[in-house]
């Protein structure tokens, strides 16, 4: 395989990290890197040294690390196998997320079990590159947001679980009345997230939940909704469901 004489990014906007198809380079190699970009070199799984935006030629003066793995030779033009990832840091502030599957929540007030979906986006940005690409890409030859949303769905989820039954019930509030608090939802599930995307060089800029949808045609869906529906009935007539009962029952006596 010839070596490479120039390397450049090829891949497509929307991808946080992308590697280079080449992997034979040589000391006299042109790396170009980008505004908003970071490149790594790689070597044997390990990555190694770093190059930021501008022209780097891949000389034994800028690549410390790799030299002191291959000992290349100073003053000579020498081949050497590597790897080149790039990572675009610019803010992504439009990585839309979802529930692919309903998630089981118990209405507070009602004790009904139901099932509810939500759907959100969030904004992130690459903030350390080295950790990103470690602990999240592997073997992958690119990183985009698909791949970022389908590691993350576990997490997310997980999350909105547990953070949306503790606040129904410290809020004492039903889930159909839940999308009235969307925006306090959405500050305390970013603050309850953000430390773990920071573990994977990820800073959460914002995330927000959009809705919180529940399927109608749901059987325990239909008895929410009709008990709620029956609540708001006897507040407008003025009397409790317990009232009711006992004047069913005088009303069954008083015909027998």
Do not use: C
């Given at each position: ?55 780097h ?5 800028n ?32 990585v ?60 997310i ?47 959460l ?52």
């Amino acid at each position: 395989m010839a070596i490479i004489d120039v390397i450049k990014y090829d891949g497509s906007p929307d991808v946080f990290a992308w590697k280079h198809p080449e992997t034979e380079l040589g000391t006299w190699t042109q790396l170009i890197v980008n505004q908003s970009q970071q490149a790594i070199l790689f070597k044997d799984g390990r990555a190694l040294d770093m190059f930021g935006p501008g022209r780097h030629t891949l000389s034994t003066a800028n690549i410390p690390i790799l030299n002191r793995l291959v000992n290349l030779p100073f003053g000579g033009k020498s081949p050497f196998a590597a790897e080149v990832w790039y990572v675009n840091q610019v803010s992504a502030l439009d990585v839309k997320w979802g529930t692919a599957n309903p998630i089981q929540i118990q209405d507070p007030k009602y004790n009904i079990i139901v099932p509810v979906r939500t759907f959100g986006q969030m904004g992130i940005k690459i903030t350390d590159s080295r950790k990103f690409l470690v602990k999240l890409v592997g073997t992958l030859p690119e990183f985009n947001q698909v791949n970022m949303i389908n590691y993350f769905r576990g997490l997310i989820i997980m999350n909105i679980n547990s953070m949306l039954s503790s606040y129904l019930i410290h809020r004492k509030v039903s889930v159909l009345e839940i999308n009235a608090y969307i925006a306090e939802i959405s500050r305390h599930f970013a603050d309850t997230v953000a430390s773990t995307f920071e573990e994977f060089g990820i800073e959460l800029i914002n995330l927000y939940i959009h809705n919180v949808n529940l399927p109608e045609e749901d059987p325990s869906v239909i008895r929410l909704r009709e008990a709620l529906a029956r609540k708001a009935e006897m507040d407008i007539i003025g009397y409790t469901y317990q009232q009711e009962r006992s004047f069913d029952t005088l009303e069954g006596a008083a015909k027998n």
